[in-house]
């Protein structure tokens, strides 16, 4: 499955962001059963390092085969939830999405 995350910014100064695994955590859970998260599993880049200007965006496309990270089953047919976790300047920037597998 392939996953976009987007993000922009609404702020009149450039940012400078960190976009990589190192600096952006994505966790797929299951009602309250974790699924899979990039803090075990990380996605590449580590570092992806952007200057967002005035009302720029981006996405970036991250792949998940549909298993845990730890090799187990494959994900079955349920819905999902896809947080996606940024801190930036002290600020805790938090998107969520659902996914449904049939």
């Known amino acids: 499955m392939t996953l976009a995350v987007d993000v922009a910014t609404t702020s009149d100064v450039p940012c400078l962001v960190d976009l990589g695994s190192g600096a952006t955590m994505v966790e797929i859970s299951s009602g309250e059963d974790p699924v899979w998260s990039s803090a075990q599993c990380p996605f590449a880049p580590e570092s992806r390092r952007l200057l967002l200007g005035e009302d ?19 994900a079955g047919a349920g819905t999902y939830r896809i947080v996606v976790t940024h801190e930036l300047d002290g600020q805790r920037l938090t998107g969520e999405a659902t996914l449904l597998l049939q």
């Open 56 to 74: 720029a965006e981006d996405s970036q496309s991250l792949t998940w085969n549909g298993t845990r990270c730890d090799g187990g089953e494959v």
